[in-house]
């Protein structure tokens, strides 16, 4: 049960895109369809991002999208507005446990 | 609106035991399956534990394996999570949230309630 692996921190301008990568095996990420990311501001409990790879819940701006390649998922998110700025993580299911990733700061310039 | 409301987080010494307890609101609960998910102080977030809709099935991450019981009463809409043997390194902010349905489908965390802080000292 590894952690799946995320870089430290990403930044871009407002109105840029970033992408931010989770890394995992084929026992996780690679295994499975079932990645999921969570928003999470300063003090606040997380917030669902994107689910089953790349879907989106009813109500999280369309800015936000998921991808999967092979062990790596990633997400983007574009024209980057100031209240994007949070932390972000990966999920992913992995034979009846979950993981997730290290975590990503997200800080817009 | 579906709601999770955790307590029971205190300050309790090493070797010691706690209960948590998040009760939930808003949707049926005995439908879904549910998770704990802890976050030590300025760290990510940990899976710990996830329990079935009808608390038949229960699985553990390797950290609290052995130490901690998830259980649910679902006629009082409840879950709890049982921690024995607690370490320096069980303090954190310990969150429940909604797990997959009654069929197995939705392996994501949503919603989450605002968490319960354990503090293991001495």
Redesign the interface.
């Known amino acids: 049960q590894s952690a799946l692996t995320q870089p430290a921190s990403v930044s871009g301008s407002p109105g840029q895109s970033i992408t931010i990568s989770c890394t995992g095996t084929s026992s996780d990420v690679g295994g499975y369809n079932y990645v999921s990311w969570y928003q999470q501001h300063p003090g606040k409990a997380p917030k669902l991002m994107i689910y089953d790879v790349s879907n989106r819940p009813s109500g999280v701006s369309n800015r936000f999208s998921g991808s999967k390649s092979g062990n790596t998922a990633s997400l983007t998110i574009s024209g980057l507005q100031a209240e994007d700025e949070a932390d972000y993580y990966c999920s992913s299911y992995t034979s009846s446990s979950y993981v997730f990733g290290t975590g990503t700061k997200v800080t817009v310039l | 609106e579906v709601q999770l409301v955790e307590s029971g987080g205190v300050v309790v010494q090493p070797g010691g035991s706690l209960r948590l307890s998040c009760a939930a609101s808003g949707f049926t609960f005995d439908d879904y399956a549910m ?1 704990w ?1 802890r976050q030590a102080p300025g760290k ?4 710990v534990s ?1 329990i079935s809709w009808d608390g038949g099935s229960t ?5 609290v394996k052995g130490r901690f019981t998830i259980s649910r009463d679902n006629s009082k809409n409840s879950l709890y999570l049982q921690m024995n043997s607690l370490r320096a390194e069980d303090t954190a902010l310990y ?1 429940c949230a909604k797990g997959p349905n009654y069929y197995g489908s ?10 319960t802080l354990v503090t293991v000292s001495s």
């Open positions: 998770h998910v990510g977030l940990e899976w996830l699985y553990y991450a390797d950290s969150y939705g392996n994501w965390f949503d919603p989450w309630g605002q968490g």
